[in-house]
């Protein structure tokens, strides 16, 4: 089975940097917006939909040049703060199979923070980005075009995603997915709210992650346990 791994969040620790970020920049807009309310708003979805909701928030267009000064901050501070999350390196190593990255960000910000932890090497050029569909997370056109591409059906894939949009989106692409609940960002209740939303299983570490794709597996060929 094709294992498809969302990026900030799940495989690099980048996920609070950014929400921090927006939490910022919503309240020198006028309206403030904590940490948790910007994860509700904004968390793991396309950078054209996510600037389109702080214009609905706001009531307005964002001043010219805003957003281009909100994702130099965003940078500015990755680059210094940004570390993979605890263990994935560990587990990237020890799994078996095909894989890939599809994520929201836009490419350049995949490749840099793959390659700023280390973990580019385990992609190689299999990155996709919300850049290259329509329509973003909790659409399932980025799924389904990793999928296509990487010579997968949909039911034959894995999901891992950290936030609600990620998770739905799999859903929706007929994918089974695991909800990564092992970030700085994820809170008691972020499992929970994960399952909800339709993860088929929540890792809550990364170090249960491979315990979490190998039940999947099993539970995809089940005529092929006990056959040997």
């Known amino acids: 089975m094709l294992l498809i791994f969302d990026c900030d969040g799940t495989l690099v620790d980048s996920e609070l940097i950014a929400l921090e970020v927006?939490?910022?920049m919503m309240g020198e807009q006028g309206v403030p917006m904590d940490v948790p309310s910007c994860m509700h708003a904004f968390m793991g979805k396309h950078n054209a939909?996510?600037?389109s909701e702080i214009e609905r928030l706001i009531g307005r267009a964002l001043?010219?040049?805003?957003?281009?000064?909100?994702?130099?901050r965003m940078l500015a501070r990755i680059e210094v703060e940004l570390q993979p999350i605890l263990?994935?390196?560990?587990?990237?190593?020890?799994i078996e199979g095909p894989r890939c990255v599809a994520s929201s960000s836009d490419p350049a910000r995949i490749a840099h923070s793959l390659k700023?932890?280390?973990?580019?090497s385990f992609f190689g050029d299999h990155v996709f980005s919300a850049a290259q569909v329509a329509n973003g997370k909790p659409a399932p056109d980025l799924f389904l075009l990793a999928a296509a591409t990487m010579g997968f059906a949909p039911q034959h894939c894995i999901?891992?995603?950290?936030s609600v949009a990620g998770v739905e989106a799999g859903v929706r692409?007929?994918?089974a997915v695991i909800g990564f609940a092992g970030g700085s960002h994820a809170g008691t209740g972020h499992g929970a709210m994960l399952e909800a939303a339709g993860a088929n299983l929540v890792a809550k570490t990364m170090a249960a992650l491979p315990?979490?794709?190998a039940a999947l597996r099993r539970a995809a060929t089940p005529a092929l346990e006990g056959a040997f």
Do not use: C, F, K, Q
Request: proline share 3%; net charge negative; glycine share 12%.
């Open 22 to 24: 927006l939490s910022e």
């Open 49 to 51: 939909d996510i600037v």
């Open 63 to 72: 001043p010219d040049g805003e957003g281009a000064r909100t994702r130099a």
């Open 87 to 94: 263990g994935v390196a560990d587990v990237l190593r020890s």
């Open 116 to 120: 700023l932890t280390g973990l580019a």
């Open 159 to 162: 999901v891992i995603e950290d």
């Open 173 to 175: 692409a007929g994918m």
């Open 211 to 213: 315990d979490a794709i």
